[in-house]
């Protein structure tokens, strides 16, 4: 089994910053993409940012040059870095990886959320 756990959500003035973590644990034979994804109340989940494991990264448009990505391979982590925020990225925040548990396929597994409230 696979669990991936995020901190560092919470309260924040627009235009403050906040860091979120993911670590994922548990059987872990090799992991390829991880990402950040959004729900906002009312609204679909989103992609935010993705990294490869190789370390290339994909932002949405509207993160784009606030929000920064990034792991660490050796501790199974992902980061996402978060300046200038503004209200519309209040969310929750979900963490997800393509993990293989063993030599084979991958699979998608999600953390629980963490949210994120940037008051104006």
């Known amino acids: 089994q696979v669990q991936l756990v995020e901190s560092g959500g919470g309260l924040v003035q627009a235009g403050g910053s906040l860091r979120l973590s993911c670590a994922a644990s548990g059987s872990i034979f090799s992991i390829n993409a991880m990402g950040w994804y959004r729900q906002a109340p009312g609204k679909q989940r989103e992609l935010v940012a993705v990294i490869a494991s190789g370390g290339s990264t994909n932002y949405a448009d509207s993160v784009k040059g606030r929000f920064t990505i990034s792991r660490d391979n050796a501790k199974n982590t992902v980061y996402l870095q978060m300046n200038s925020l503004k209200a519309e990225d209040t969310a929750v925040y979900y963490c997800?990886?393509?993990?293989?548990?063993?030599?084979?396929?991958?699979?998608?597994?999600w953390g629980q959320g963490t949210q994120v409230t940037v008051s104006s």
């Open positions: 997800n990886a393509r993990v293989a548990p063993r030599l084979g396929s991958f699979y998608t597994y």
